[in-house]
């Protein structure tokens, strides 16, 4: 079956691969039309676009993106990303300085347009950085001493599953301090993650799903029905019932039902395995700001996304409620979901 945990692991290999060209540089590659080993044979558009004071490290493209690192001194680099406009490329984001980790300067990978890999130690430790919803550029994995997960709400260890949601910070490239990247998913807990406010809907029961509701009563209506590990924001405490927002959405839940701070490590997640037909996946599928298709179109769900979409919830007549890793949130029509090959 497909899982994110699969997915991970190939996404490593991948990426493993890309380390070992970089640290083999100037070595002949097998992508050797995706190089751009001297900054003369970058585009001209790119060429213009850099500061004339820095020292060219390398450049590469993957598909209509272009990703260059250069030296500027003190033992720091920068990141440049450009993506196609046209026929020119235009500067989409422009990294932090890139301190040496754990004295090591930093290297660099891609898979394809959407991935960039910032890569240290000689391979052995590697930062995955995906484009957003925004077209920004936020950390989506580590694979360093442990292989951990990073998205808009929370962290996750992809051996262990255990997940923890709250306000995630140092994740954004152009505002990154890397010298401070995690090398273990402790570290990461320790340092990028604030729980104040936030829970997980928790449920002990296998298939249930747990009602958002209209009013601090059993009997009030129904918003959707919520898997257990849904990440939600406490807005108000009232005792037996809270008020809470779920990616914006705001109703009242039984205070049973969420867990806090640590006590969201022992929570299991039971977003259904569901993916996009194959046919959507390719041509994207509009996410609403509410369950109607009237409704404003907030985002496009893609099959070739860094960031992989779950599903919070059913609601009404045949729609999902649905959180992207790089934090879009909004309505999907249900019809454009499949069970997987098996």
């Not at 500067?91 to 890569?119: F, N, R, V, Y």
Request: aromatic letters at 10%; one cysteine or more; hydrophobic letters at 40%.
């Amino acid at each position: 079956m497909r899982n994110l945990s699969a997915k991970i692991r190939s996404l490593a290999a991948v990426v493993v691969l890309c380390a070992m060209i970089v640290s083999c540089l100037p070595a002949q590659a097998w992508w050797e039309d995706e190089w751009y080993k001297a900054q003369a044979d970058l585009p001209t558009s790119i060429q213009a676009a850099l500061p004339e004071q820095m020292q060219y490290v390398l450049g590469m493209r993957g598909e209509d993106t272009v990703y260059v690192l250069l030296d500027e001194g003190n033992d720091l680099r920068r990141v440049y990303i450009f993506s196609k406009a046209g026929n020119d490329y235009q500067l989409e984001c422009k990294s932090a300085p890139l301190a040496e980790w754990h004295s090591s300067k930093a290297g660099i990978g891609c898979s394809g347009g959407d991935t960039l890999h910032l890569i240290y130690d000689g391979g052995s430790a590697y930062f995955n950085f995906c484009r957003t919803h925004a077209n920004t550029w936020v950390l989506q994995s580590v694979q360093a001493e442990d292989l951990f997960g990073i998205d808009a709400v929370g962290l996750n260890g992809y051996e262990s599953e255990q997940y923890l949601c709250g306000t995630v910070v140092n994740t954004d490239l152009s505002t990154l301090n890397s010298a401070r990247l995690p090398a273990t998913l402790a570290e990461a807990l320790g340092s990028m993650i604030d729980t104040d406010g936030w829970a997980l809907l928790k449920s002990d029961k296998h298939a249930e799903r747990l009602h958002l509701r209209t009013a601090p009563s059993a009997d009030a209506a129904s918003i959707g029905q919520y898997y257990s590990g849904a990440p939600v924001r406490l807005l108000e405490d009232q005792g037996e019932w809270a008020k809470v927002s779920v990616c914006d959405v705001q109703g009242y839940i039984m205070t049973s039902f969420l867990a806090f701070g640590y006590d969201m490590l022992s929570v299991e997640r039971r977003f259904p395995g569901r993916y996009l037909i194959d046919e959507d996946a390719k041509q994207g599928v509009n996410v609403y700001a509410s369950p109607d298709t009237n409704s404003a179109i907030v985002g496009v769900l893609r099959g070739d996304e860094g960031f992989a979409p779950r599903i919070l919830a059913t609601v009404g007549d045949g729609w999902y409620h649905v959180l992207r890793g790089d934090g879009l949130s909004g309505y999907v029509e249900a019809r454009h979901f499949w069970d997987g090959n098996g």
